[in-house]
């Protein structure tokens, strides 16, 4: 499947939802990719990527920017307090947030530097243990907490259980930021962004639709 493939089942999803194509964004999610991938899609024209770490973001897209300075990267990873420094240098949106100490770390950065990336809470909707994000019934304090700091809150993020439908996760995780006033939805990745869609999503995480098969490494 090619990029054009992805976003033209994006723009048909949300016509049928009633929905206009460019109310989602299509986050390519450019982790562990070779470098000549990511160029191919950026020489395409998309500019929005998502990393999972920091470390990796920091040895590509410097480079990348020099070509293509417009180009927006979104931390779809768990994200360390000692790395939110320099995080906060390379990237446009964090979509993890998921506990008060971080989101501390990130508003006194924002402080010293004078701005911040936009903010996702992540949510752990199916209440997975070995999974980051808060709590369903921790949500609407967590989020008045992060408001309390000042942050640029835009929406909930959040990764379904393998084995449920994932349906069930985003129509929760619509209902919680409803309830909070909060328009941003980062959910639905390349089997099930079309579900996403139709259910609010306003960024969608595609991968391997996209560059083919992940290179470990």
Known sequence: MSLQDIQSKMAAAARRSGRAPEAVSLIAVSKVQPNERVEAVLSQGHRVFGENRVQEAAGKWPQFRE????????????????????????????????????????????????????????????????????????????????????LPLVGLMCIPPIEEEPALHFALLAKMAARNDLTGLSMGMSGDFESAIALGATHVRVGSAIFGARVSG
Request: with cysteine.
């Open 67 to 150: 070509s293509y300075p417009d180009a927006q990267v979104h931390l779809i990873g768990p994200l360390q307090t000692n790395k939110v420094k320099q995080a906060m240098g390379l990237v446009q949106a964090i979509h993890t947030v998921d506990r008060e100490k971080l989101a501390r770390k990130i508003a006194t950065e924002a402080q010293t530097l004078g701005h911040c990336p936009e903010v996702f809470i992540q949510v752990n909707t199916g209440e997975e243990d070995q999974k980051a994000g808060v709590a369903p019934t921790e949500v609407d304090e967590f989020v008045a907490a992060v408001r309390a700091m000042d």
